[in-house]
């Protein structure tokens, strides 16, 4: 076995270094005994073996270095090429494959996600920098989003910010692969009110379906105001007609709700309150106010990720 492959549970998925900001804080979320679904990392160590195994290591940090000296978005689609051109070595893609077949059947669905080393750190979150597929199906699939996610490190705009907020040689790049949850409805949550610089209250937001159509900007979400002991101090609900849900065949597809679900809230009280309850965990935890991305599905609540507020 190459050791490239280790799963949320194990304690070196808590170091950043190996499993990266947002597998680190997976893993010790789950073992603070937080509902995170289950899965496993392809740790940082992975995509530099890969491209060593190539003997495209010294080429790629050489024309990552050489970025915003010339025409960037060359540079970035070469390296990209490059990349895509050193897909998992038999020995990891069996390992790879495996690991997806723990997770269930052949046919279950995946979410295969970024998590560079230097993000979601408390002066940079890198979000969004990198690619995210959700309801990912099969072991090949699961294996060409790996390779997608090892290349997106190195999209101009990823490369761009780096530049400014990290090292252009870094090549610290995990990708976690996790059980995709069906979600009836998803949203982000601040436990400090970063707009009104408020503590004493949360910030929710809230949409039907899988939370891609919050962050994709397709709806306008529900806005809850929310006070530390739970309660819910203002609600402003949005007209929503439409939610992104799993698609039987893979991958995400968009549809229409009718009038009434359209105007209807997301979120009840009772769920605002358990949310709050989960927040308030997380960032004692985390010694800092927290910006953590949630889902619930069949009324049980998940939480997908939770980083320190930035900037």
């Known amino acids: 076995m190459s050791g490239l492959v280790i799963w949320l549970d194990e304690a070196a998925c808590h170091q950043t270094e190996i499993a990266g900001g947002k597998g680190a804080s997976l893993g ?19 995509l530099r073996d890969s491209l060593t195994k190539q ?42 494959s495996d690991a997806y077949a723990e997770l269930g059947p052949s046919s279950s669905f995946v979410a295969v996600r970024s998590s560079a080393c230097a993000e979601d750190g408390e002066t940079a979150s890198f979000a969004g920098q990198q690619e995210t597929f959700l309801n990912v199906v099969g072991a090949e699939a699961v294996l060409d989003k790996v390779v997608e996610c090892w290349a997106s490190f190195f999209s101009e705009r990823a490369l761009f910010y780096r530049q400014y907020k990290g090292s252009l040689r870094d090549l610290g790049m995990a990708v976690v692969v996790q059980k995709q949850l069906a979600s009836d409805k998803s949203g982000v949550m601040f436990t400090t009110d970063p707009i009104r610089r408020r503590s004493d ?111």
Do not use: C
């Not at 010790?28 to 992975?46: C, E, I, L, N, S």
């Not at 050489?66 to 490059?82: N, P, Y």
């Open 201 to 311: 209250q949360m910030v929710i937001e809230a949409a039907f379906g899988l939370g891609e159509a919050l962050m994709s900007g397709l709806i306008t979400p529900d806005h809850y105001l929310a006070r530390r002991d739970g309660s819910l101090k203002k609600a402003r609900v949005a007209r929503q007609d439409r939610m992104i849900v799993r698609n039987a065949d893979g991958g995400t597809m968009t549809v229409e709700l009718d009038e009434e679900r359209a105007l209807s809230q997301v979120l009840d009280e009772e769920e605002i309150s358990r949310l709050v309850a989960v927040g308030l965990e997380l960032e004692t935890a985390g010694g800092a106010p927290q910006d953590i991305e949630w889902a619930i599905e069949a009324d049980e609540l998940f939480v997908l990720q939770s980083r320190p507020i930035t900037a």
């Open 28 to 46: 010790r979320m789950r073992a603070a005994g937080m509902p995170v679904p289950p899965g496993f990392v392809v740790t940082a160590a992975a």
């Open 55 to 96: 003997g495209l290591l010294a080429e790629v940090e050489a024309l990552a270095s050489s970025f915003g000296s010339g025409d960037d978005s060359a540079v970035a689609e070469r390296i990209q090429r490059m990349v895509a051109g050193a897909p998992p070595w038999e020995e990891l893609a069996v390992e790879i």
